[in-house]
C-alpha cells in the first residue's frame, strides 16, 4: 500500500472540510450531486475525447500503482546479483550466466543475461536493451498523461459548473433566501474541479512520474551490469562499477551488511 497517497487523499479532504468550517461555511454544501456529475463525469468525457480507448484500458491499473506501489527490484539486489553472477562466470564461463538466467523472474534482468550468454557483443545487447528501456518510458508517459489532462480539464469544468449554477440562481432573484443558497451551491463545483485537479490529478500524474524513473533508473543499472558481464569484469570491477548506482546512504548500509556477514 502506497501509505504516501493515503495520506494525501484524506489529509486533503480533511484540510478542505475543517478549513471550510472555520470560514463559517457549512461543510454539508459540499453535498451537492449536480457538481460531482458535472465534475467527474465532465472530466471522464474529456478524456474520452481526448485519449484512444488502448490508453484508457490502463487507468485501472494506474488507480493500483497510486494507491498501492509498484514492486521494483532494490537496486541493492541487483548489485549482488551482478557481482554474483560475475564470479560464477570467471570459474564456470556462459554455462554460469545461461543457469543463472533460467533462476530470475524479472523479464528485463533474465533478457540481459540471455543477451549475455548468447555471446551477442555489446553494441547489440545495448541497443535491445535502451529499446525496451525507451518503450516502458513512452508506455508510462501516456499513462502520467492522462491524468496530467484531467489535471487540466477538472478547473475549467469546475468554471462550467459556476456558470451553470448562476444561471440557475439567476432564475430566483425574487426570492432572496433562494438567490443566496443558489450562489453558493454554483461554486461547490468550481470548489471540487481545483481541488481533483491539484490535489488528486496533477499529483497522481506527478507520483507516476516518479514511479517511472525509478524503474528506469534499476533497469540502466542491470544494463550497466549486463556490458560489464558481457566484457568479462571481475566481481570486484562489477561492484565498483554499479555502486555508481546506489545512493551513498545506501552504500553505507550495504558495506555494513557485508561486514556483518563475513
Same mark, same amino acid.
Request: aromatic share 8%; glycine share 8%.
Given at each position: 500500500?502506497?501509505?504516501?497517497?493515503?495520506i494525501g487523499v484524506?489529509?486533503?479532504?480533511?484540510?478542505?472540510?475543517?478549513?471550510?468550517?472555520?470560514?463559517?461555511?457549512?461543510?454539508?454544501?459540499?453535498?451537492?450531486?449536480?457538481?460531482?456529475?458535472?465534475?467527474?463525469?465532465?472530466?471522464?468525457?474529456?478524456?474520452?475525447?481526448?485519449?484512444?480507448?488502448?490508453?484508457? !484500458?490502463?487507468?485501472?491499473?494506474?488507480?493500483?500503482?497510486?494507491?498501492?506501489?509498484?514492486?521494483?527490484?532494490?537496486?541493492?539486489?541487483?548489485?549482488?546479483?551482478?557481482?554474483?553472477?560475475?564470479?560464477?562466470?570467471?570459474?564456470?564461463?556462459?554455462?554460469?550466466?545461461?543457469?543463472?538466467?533460467?533462476?530470475?523472474?524479472?523479464?528485463?534482468? #533474465?533478457?540481459?543475461?540471455?543477451?549475455?550468454?548468447?555471446?551477442?557483443?555489446?553494441d547489440f545487447i545495448?541497443?535491445?536493451?535502451?529499446?525496451?528501456?525507451?518503450?516502458?518510458?513512452?508506455?508510462? #508517459?501516456?499513462?502520467?498523461?492522462?491524468?496530467?489532462?484531467?489535471?487540466?480539464?477538472?478547473?475549467?469544468?469546475?468554471?462550467?459548473?459556476?456558470?451553470?449554477?448562476?444561471?440557475?440562481?439567476?432564475?430566483?432573484?425574487?426570492?432572496?433566501?433562494?438567490?443566496?443558497?443558489?450562489?453558493?451551491?454554483?461554486?461547490?463545483?468550481?470548489?471540487?474541479?481545483?481541488?481533483?485537479?491539484?490535489?488528486?490529478?496533477?499529483?497522481?500524474?506527478n507520483k507516476l512520474?516518479?514511479?517511472?524513473?525509478?524503474?528506469?533508473?534499476?533497469?540502466?543499472?542491470?544494463?550497466?551490469?549486463?556490458?560489464?558481464?558481457?566484457?568479462?569484469?571481475?566481481?570486484?570491477?562489477?561492484?565498483? !562499477?554499479?555502486?555508481?548506482?546506489?545512493?551513498?546512504?545506501?552504500?553505507?548500509?550495504? #558495506?555494513?551488511?557485508?561486514?556483518?556477514?563475513?
Amino acid at each position: 500500500m502506497e501509505k504516501s497517497t493515503l495520506i494525501g487523499v484524506f489529509g486533503g479532504i480533511l484540510a478542505i472540510g475543517v478549513g471550510m468550517a472555520l470560514k463559517g461555511a457549512d461543510p454539508h454544501a459540499l453535498i451537492n450531486p449536480a457538481a460531482f456529475l458535472i465534475i467527474f463525469a465532465g472530466t471522464a468525457a474529456a478524456i474520452f475525447n481526448a485519449f484512444p480507448m488502448k490508453d484508457l !484500458k490502463k487507468v485501472p491499473k494506474l488507480f493500483k500503482i497510486v494507491f498501492c506501489g509498484q514492486k521494483v527490484i532494490a537496486r541493492q539486489e541487483v548489485l549482488e546479483l551482478f557481482v554474483s553472477v560475475a564470479k560464477s562466470a570467471k570459474h564456470e564461463g556462459v554455462i554460469a550466466i545461461e543457469k543463472r538466467a533460467n533462476e530470475i523472474e524479472d523479464p528485463f534482468i #533474465r533478457s540481459s543475461l540471455i543477451l549475455v550468454a548468447d555471446g551477442f557483443n555489446a553494441d547489440f545487447i545495448s541497443e535491445v536493451l535502451e529499446a525496451d528501456i525507451k518503450q516502458m518510458e513512452e508506455r508510462h #508517459r501516456s499513462g502520467a498523461q492522462v491524468f496530467a489532462q484531467c489535471g487540466m480539464y477538472a478547473p475549467t469544468l469546475g468554471v462550467l459548473g459556476a456558470v451553470i449554477g448562476l444561471i440557475a440562481a439567476l432564475g430566483n432573484l425574487s426570492d432572496i433566501d433562494q438567490l443566496g443558497h443558489s450562489i453558493a451551491a454554483a461554486f461547490v463545483a468550481t470548489l471540487l474541479g481545483i481541488f481533483t485537479g491539484y490535489v488528486l490529478w496533477h499529483p497522481f500524474a506527478n507520483k507516476l512520474k516518479q514511479i517511472s524513473q525509478a524503474e528506469v533508473d534499476v533497469k540502466k543499472m542491470v544494463m550497466e551490469g549486463a556490458l560489464a558481464l558481457q566484457a568479462g569484469a571481475s566481481s570486484i570491477a562489477m561492484e565498483a !562499477k554499479l555502486q555508481a548506482f546506489i545512493p551513498p546512504s545506501e552504500r553505507k548500509s550495504l #558495506r555494513d551488511d557485508k561486514s556483518e556477514g563475513e
